[in-house]
């Protein structure tokens, strides 16, 4: 049986993100381990067949020390399995992952870029972006690599940093949603009127800026309107802490609701989604979710953000960090439920048309046949 290992940061990422692809996987016929931060959550892959192996990382982290003992561990545990095709998911695992699936010589590798965050949002790249751009081009420089891209720029910035072809580039938009899971709901008939937030309480996400545009139509629609952040705490240098969350939220107009696991539900019983994102994202799945059940969105005209939302059509996009342009589209949407509803529904047809996880999952198993393939053929012609 071919082994297939999936290299993804946390346990927790890996069941919200990946799990009907190595559910999927697994049924094909491969030998699937997952290879992830044992986080509490590992158990739960484990009873869906999946085997797993636990990875020290620190996914947000930048000692030295720490970043070569994920490399040694990777390095060491693909000379010891041999897996035919590894796929690792996020930067970090891309990173150290590729350089590991290199100098062991595996054969087939799939690096799916999720986004780039904090380090490459900015305008100009710092000493050490430019440092890991060095070290993938290194690791892509070779056949039987393939790499997903969730948007253009992401494919853009690895192109004209040479570190990958045009023909071993991969296009998926984003990770998928199940459209039999997350069905279309009409706009709620219900008060107050509720505006979702949904991320890790991360600051470049848009938290600030959101409770700033909040703050501005607060005397207008208190009682009218409740603000809701869903979202846990994150280890992410730039994370927000607790204590300063707590003061933009009142708890009652403003509310942070914390980590939630009825995210289903709670997008059906609100009105409208805002994501005002300077993240450099890959496509965010709670956006693709929000358009799965019929929700209009605002968010930004940036990296990945902007690939779920057409302009007018079922939401809009506003500059980053301008809580003064989220007020104001807020507030047209919040005034005309005839217009939400319109916007609604063109999210769910941009849902069906580009967002469907059978989609997503026939994408990713004809990437690991292909390799798998190519695997058996130049170790044919080189007998």
Avoid at 61 to 89: A, I, S
Avoid at 281 to 296: D, F, W
């Amino acid at each position: 049986m071919k082994k297939l290992f999936i290299v993804v940061n946390h346990d927790w990422f890996f069941l919200s993100h990946r799990q009907a692809i190595g559910v999927a996987a697994k049924e094909a016929g491969w030998d699937v381990t997952i290879v992830t931060c044992d986080t509490g959550k590992s158990e739960d892959i484990r009873a869906l067949g999946l085997k797993t192996i636990n990875l020290p990382i620190n996914a947000t982290g930048m000692n030295p020390v720490e970043e070569m003992k994920t490399f040694w561990f990777l390095f060491k545990l693909y000379t010891r399995e041999k897996p035919d095709v590894v796929h690792h998911v996020g930067l970090k695992t891309i990173l150290w992952g590729g350089l590991a699936a290199k100098l062991t010589g595996i054969k087939g590798v799939v690096n799916a870029v999720s986004g780039l965050g904090v380090m490459f949002s900015g305008e100009k790249q710092s000493l050490v972006a430019k440092g890991i751009l060095a070290v993938l081009r290194f690791s892509h420089s070779r056949k039987g690599v393939r790499v997903i891209f969730q948007n253009h720029e992401d494919e853009d910035l690895f192109l004209k940093n040479h570190i990958t072809q045009q023909e071993d580039g991969v296009f998926i938009k984003g990770s998928g949603v199940d459209l039999n899971e997350f069905t279309y709901a009409p706009d709620p008939d219900t008060t107050p009127l509720r505006v979702m937030f949904t991320a890790r309480m991360v600051r470049e996400k848009g938290v600030v800026v959101l409770t700033e545009a909040a703050e501005m139509l607060r005397k207008e629609y208190e009682g009218k309107v409740v603000f809701l952040l869903c979202g846990k705490l994150s280890d992410n240098p730039k994370a927000m802490q607790k204590e300063e969350l707590e003061a933009l939220c009142d708890g009652k107009y403003i509310q942070w609701l914390g980590h939630r696991t009825d995210v289903k539900d709670l997008l059906r019983q609100c009105h409208i989604v805002a994501f005002p994102s300077y993240y450099r994202e890959g496509v965010p799945k709670s956006l693709i979710e929000a358009c799965a059940t019929g929700r209009p969105i605002i968010t930004t005209n940036s990296i990945g953000c902007k690939d779920t939302v057409e302009d007018g059509v079922n939401g809009y996009l506003i500059p980053i960090k301008d809580s003064q342009s989220l007020a104001e589209e807020l507030k047209v949407l919040i005034n005309d439920k005839v217009l939400r509803e319109k916007m609604g529904r063109a999210s769910r047809v941009k849902a069906e048309k580009e967002f469907s996880l059978n989609e997503v999952v026939k994408k990713h198993l004809e990437c690991y046949a292909e390799l798998d393939s190519e695997k058996d053929l130049f170790q044919q012609s080189s007998k």
